[in-house]
């Protein structure tokens, strides 16, 4: 009888462990978070997801996606209410004695001295410490400033009474992902493990090489700087693009064209295009790097060049259109990248206040998000900006929009998306213009002497719902 009880005891103290490694709670079911819940629902774990939004938990709870991410609908419907469940905060601490694993994915913005805003998680840690227990692994996973991970750990070690290390670990996890890829990339990149202590990194292993292909350790602050790196080498690359583009308008040349002569069968090309460079991370991120350096030149260029497009643009079309009082601008793309439905940090706002400000009536179309009809957005346009290069505005043809815009109406297409390898043209000039056009790859295309109005009309058709 006491044999049969221990060896009950012993399978049941087993399972336990084995469950325990195989629970994870995420808080912040976001952007980052959510792809994340449904990978690891997908490798196996229990997870369990907590956010203070109601309604994207009742979204969750239907099994809708709050927000577009290619390859998650699937795994939702798989998962959901199985192997993925999400919870309000109510739940909290019952959550937090469940799971011996949480991952941080919460919001970390910039406030409004552009400082980090870490108020989001040091809240979250407020409310779990006094429930945490020896054993808890805390990964982060939100970006951060360098520093943070260390800031994190005093305010655990204070707040929990327990030990980093010891009984209490942790480990910064950065989110390498592109949005609106996670679900492909997240099991194809590296995963970096910053921990100050071996069994915390041990740990935060376990969870990853699930996951990830590939596992890089290192310490907090060089983990830190990473993730912060990869953005803002990105961010420049981007401000470079964008650079080049002015000074090549500035001499009259298109910059589609340089960028071939750069970059065709060169290999120290590669130089970015240029286009509207925005978004959560890449606008905020190099605060987070230059809050303590205030002469890192570099990332406030960027910065300043970004996010200065819209203007640069607007004075572009001040020079061909004086008064712009009453004139129809039509802005399509609202999101801050491409084939996406995040607004966040996106440049368009700024275009349309921009465009306000000088009189104009501006109506704004984008196919991911609840906007205007787009033949409205487009009838009567004295000026059309193609904001973002959503892949289906590459359907747009010139005899949709000849036959619904004004006569004299002046197209802004900083991605090249229309293949003229201008930047700024009259439609009327494309269409009857019968010379050499550069293409959307930019290569230069010898046209035939009809290249107008025919061989532009054959552009697929429009089909943007
Ligand atoms: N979006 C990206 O492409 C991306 C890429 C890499 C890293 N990151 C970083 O990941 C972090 C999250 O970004 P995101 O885009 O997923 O933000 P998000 O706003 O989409 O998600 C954050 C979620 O946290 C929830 N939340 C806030 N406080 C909470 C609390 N106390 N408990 C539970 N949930 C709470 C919010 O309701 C929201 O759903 C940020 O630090 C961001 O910089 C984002």
Request: charged share 25%; glycine share 6%; with cysteine.
């Amino acid at each position: 009888m006491i044999v049969n009880y221990c060896k009950d005891f012993l399978i049941y103290s087993r399972i336990e462990v084995l469950m325990r490694d195989k629970r994870i709670a995420i808080f912040g079911i976001g952007r980052i978070g959510l792809p994340l819940a449904l990978i690891l629902a997908d490798k196996g774990f229990q997870v369990t997801g907590v956010d203070v939004d109601p309604y994207r938990i009742s979204l969750l709870r239907h099994k809708i996606m709050p927000f577009t991410e290619e390859g998650a609908q699937s795994l939702l419907d798989k998962h959901s209410g199985k192997k993925f469940q999400v919870f309000s905060q109510e739940h909290v601490d019952r959550i937090v004695v469940e799971n011996e694993i949480i991952i941080f994915t919460l919001g970390t913005p910039i406030d409004e001295t552009y400082s980090p805003n870490f108020s989001d998680i040091e809240k979250l840690i407020r409310k779990i410490a006094p429930v945490m227990k020896p054993g808890h692994l805390i990964i982060l996973r939100s970006t951060v400033f360098p520093g943070a991970t260390e800031q994190l750990a005093r305010q655990l070690e204070e707040q929990t009474k327990l030990s980093i290390g010891d009984n209490l670990f942790l480990a910064y996890c950065p989110e390498r992902i592109a949005e609106g890829k996670s679900i492909e990339e997240l099991t194809q990149i590296p995963q970096i493990i910053g921990t100050i202590d071996e069994i915390s990194a041990e740990k935060a292993a376990k969870v990853f090489e699930k996951i990830a292909p590939k596992l890089l350790f290192t310490n907090p602050k060089s983990a830190e700087l990473a993730k912060l790196f990869c953005n803002m080498y990105r961010y420049i690359d981007f401000a470079i693009g964008n650079e080049f583009m002015m000074i090549a308008e500035s001499y009259g040349c298109n910059i589609y064209e340089v960028l071939h002569l750069v970059n065709d069968n060169y290999k120290r090309g590669n130089l970015k295009s240029p286009g509207f460079t925005a978004g959560p991370c890449l606008v905020k991120d190099g605060f987070f790097l230059i809050d303590k350096s205030p002469y890192m030149e570099l990332v406030t260029a960027a910065w300043r060049l970004n996010e200065n497009v819209p203007g640069y643009l607007l004075s572009r079309v001040k020079a061909e259109i004086k008064d712009l009082h009453r004139k129809k601008v039509a802005i399509l793309g609202l999101s801050f990248k491409k084939n996406i439905d995040d607004t966040r940090h996106s440049l368009s706002p700024k275009l349309e206040r921009y465009f306000l400000a000088e009189g104009a009536k501006v109506s704004l179309y984008d196919p991911f998000i609840d906007s205007q009809p787009l033949e409205d957005v487009i009838k009567d346009a004295d000026i059309l900006i193609l904001a973002i290069n959503h892949d289906v505005f590459k359907s747009l043809n010139f005899q949709y929009l000849g036959n619904l815009v004004s006569e004299g109406c002046l197209i802004f297409d900083i991605w090249n998306m229309f293949g003229t390898g201008k930047i700024l043209f009259y439609l009327k000039d494309v269409i009857d213009s019968n010379k050499s056009v550069t293409t959307g790859n930019g290569e230069i295309k010898k046209s035939n002497r009809k290249h107008t109005r025919r061989t532009l009309q054959r552009r697929v058709s429009l089909s943007t719902t």
